[in-house]
C-alpha cells in the first residue's frame, strides 16, 4: 500500500472473500475494537459506477454491521460526477492514503448504534430469505439429475426485465437473460467450463441490487423479495468453495431450476407464490 505504515495492532487482509459476497472491498483493517473495509475504484467503476456501489451493497449485506465503508481517494484521479454525487449515501467516510496512518482513529470514530441496529436488522431479514431459498435449492439438487444442458430462453418468454437506474436517472432494461413474467422474473444461463460460475453469475445477483435493494447514508434497506427463478444447465460450483455460488444466488432470492419448458419452471416455484 505505496509503503504507508500502519498503527501497529492493526489486521491487513488483502483481497479478503467472504461466504456470502461475489465481490469485496480491496482490504480490510481491524483491531480488537472494530473493522474498516476500504474500497478502490476500478477503473470498470470509472466506466459504469454502478459496479462500485453494487459492490459496497453487497458487502454491507453480508459484512458485520459494525463495518465501517471507506472509499479510498486518490488525488491525482479525476472521478465520474456520479461518485462525487452519490458517495455519502453509501460509503461511511472517504479517505486519502495517507488517512490510513490514523486507521486506530477511523476504527475508535465507531458508526452511531442507530445505524449499527438498522443494518442488523435488514440482515435479520435478508439472511432469513437467503436460509429458505438455499434449502430449496439444496433440496432441488438432491432430487434432481440436471439433465437438460440445451438452456436457452423459452418462447413465452418475450417482456425483459428492467430496473430503474437511480444514478442516472433512467429506466434501463437488462442485458442478461432476466424475463418478467406474470409479476416475476425468470432468468436463464449457459454455464461455461471456462469461466467461473460466480462471475458468471454476477448480471443476475447485480440485477437484484440495482432493481430491488437502495442505500441510504449506509443501511441497505428493501421492500420485499420478488420472486424468482434461474434455469441454468448445471448445479453451479466453486473449486474451493462449491456451495458459494449456490449461497449467494440464494441471498438474492434465486431458485435454481433445471426444466425443458416454462411450465415445468413455474411448477418449480409454484410453493413460492405471494
Not at 490510513?100 to 445505524?115: A, E, F, G, V
Not at 449499527?116 to 435479520?124: A, L, T
Not at 432430487?143 to 418468454?157: D, N
Not at 426485465?161 to 416475476?184: H, L
Amino acid at each position: 500500500m505505496e509503503n504507508i505504515k500502519l498503527p501497529k495492532g492493526l489486521l491487513l487482509v488483502d483481497n479478503p472473500d467472504h461466504p456470502f459476497t461475489y465481490d469485496n472491498p480491496d482490504f480490510l483493517l481491524s483491531n480488537r475494537k472494530g473493522l474498516l473495509a476500504v474500497f478502490k475504484i476500478r477503473e470498470n467503476e470509472l466506466k459504469n459506477p454502478n459496479k462500485l456501489f453494487n459492490r459496497l451493497t453487497n458487502s454491507i449485506i453480508a459484512y458485520p454491521p459494525y463495518t465501517k465503508m471507506l472509499l479510498l481517494i486518490e488525488n491525482n484521479k479525476n472521478y465520474p460526477n456520479v461518485i462525487e454525487q452519490f458517495w455519502k449515501k453509501y460509503f461511511n467516510e472517504y479517505i486519502e492514503i495517507k488517512d490510513l496512518k490514523r486507521s486506530n482513529l477511523l476504527i475508535k470514530d465507531s458508526k452511531p448504534l442507530k445505524i449499527i441496529k438498522e443494518i442488523k436488522n435488514i440482515q435479520k431479514r435478508i439472511f432469513r430469505v437467503q436460509s429458505q431459498v438455499q434449502n430449496d435449492n439444496l433440496y432441488f439438487y438432491n432430487k434432481s439429475k440436471f439433465e437438460i444442458k440445451e438452456i436457452k430462453p423459452f418462447p413465452e418468454l418475450k417482456e425483459k426485465a428492467k430496473f430503474y437506474d437511480s444514478i442516472i436517472n433512467k429506466e434501463r432494461i437488462v442485458r442478461a437473460n432476466i424475463y418478467k413474467y406474470d409479476n416475476q422474473f425468470i432468468a436463464v444461463k449457459k454455464l461455461s467450463k471456462n469461466i467461473s460460475d460466480i462471475k458468471e453469475l454476477v448480471p443476475y445477483f447485480e440485477f437484484v441490487i440495482n432493481s430491488e435493494f437502495f442505500v441510504d447514508y449506509g443501511v441497505p434497506n428493501f421492500k420485499f423479495l420478488s420472486r424468482k427463478a434461474i434455469n441454468l444447465n448445471n448445479i453451479p460450483s466453486l473449486r474451493y468453495d462449491p456451495l458459494k455460488p449456490t449461497r449467494i444466488a440464494s441471498l438474492f432470492g434465486w431458485h435454481i431450476s433445471n426444466a425443458d419448458n416454462l411450465q415445468n419452471l413455474l411448477q418449480r416455484i409454484e410453493k413460492y407464490r405471494k
